[in-house]
């Protein structure tokens, strides 16, 4: 326990040293992209639904990160933390002017990966999944963040309140709270 | 389409269905070769602020020789009128 924290501290020391040097070389920083751009990239891509716009609003993010960077506040909590505020904030720009414009289904893509089943279960299992990303892409936006950072970066809640600037206990409680609503959504 | 009955059962879905996906490595490399490009294009600090200064000055210099070519030709223009009514009287 006490060598986790250990090393946790000593990744956050690292990553605060790279965030320093960011500014002014171009290594540190291409070291914090390594580190970041898969995060970003399956934030936004589950957020709209789609590859071509997930590469955009990636790049996007980046190039406002590299042209900020200088500008950047460490407040103690993860420089991810940074990168998803921007990425929330282009994504959030990105479905107000989609508003305005036709619906883009959900990319074919965006299935579980299946196995070798019976091709009825399979059409129930993808039209389950179907259900359930419409689903998730109507709740407010601080539930789907939640959601991904969950299943996708598999955070744990204390982590995700890092992000997210709330606590662990709020974490848990909003969890809850959208499994109860994801639910009453199937079962109406 | 199935009931769920506890949270659970939908954690388990939602863990089955939100799953990591890879972005193109092509994507991966050519955004950073960008982002180096983008950051090598700018200028540094000290430049840009070098160059505001100067574009300050110009501007400055500028107006200042217009607003004396102006007070130039006002005092021409009184000359030139007050020496025309001496050579009237005379």
Do not use: C
Not at chain 1, 9 to 37: C, P, T, W
């Amino acid at each position: 326990m006490l060598a986790g924290a250990r090393l946790h501290m000593s990744s956050r020391e690292e990553e605060r040293a790279l965030v320093e040097r960011a500014g002014e070389d171009l290594d540190a920083f291409g070291k914090l992209y390594e580190q970041n751009v898969r995060k970003i990239y399956n934030y936004i891509y589950y957020r709209t639904g789609n590859y071509q716009d997930a590469e955009d609003l990636t790049a996007r993010v980046f190039q406002r990160a590299i042209k900020h960077i200088g500008r950047y506040e460490d407040k103690g909590v993860p420089f991810s933390a940074w990168l998803y505020r921007i990425a929330h904030n282009l994504v959030a720009n990105w479905h107000r002017d989609r508003s305005r414009r036709p619906v883009v289904p959900l990319d074919e893509k965006l299935l579980i990966p299946s196995g070798p089943k019976h091709p009825e279960a399979q059409t129930i299992e993808r039209e389950e999944v179907d259900v359930l990303l419409g689903y998730i892409r109507e709740l407010p936006e601080d539930r789907q963040q939640l959601l991904i950072l969950k299943f996708v970066e598999r955070l744990s809640n204390a982590e995700i309140g890092e992000i997210m600037g709330r606590t662990e206990g709020a974490i848990k409680s909003l969890y809850h709270r959208t499994l109860t609503s994801l639910r009453d959504d199937f079962n109406q | 389409m199935r009931k769920y009955s506890s949270n659970r059962e939908v954690a388990k879905l939602l863990s089955e269905s939100l799953v990591p996906v890879e972005p193109r490595e092509e994507f991966i490399r050519r955004l950073r070769a960008r982002l180096v490009r983008y950051r090598g294009s700018g200028p540094s600090p000290a430049v840009a602020v070098a160059v505001s200064l100067s574009i300050v000055a110009l501007i400055f210099l500028t107006s200042f020789g217009i607003a004396l070519r102006v007070l130039l030709a006002l005092i021409a223009a009184l000359g030139e009128g007050a020496s025309n009514s001496q050579s009237a009287t005379a």
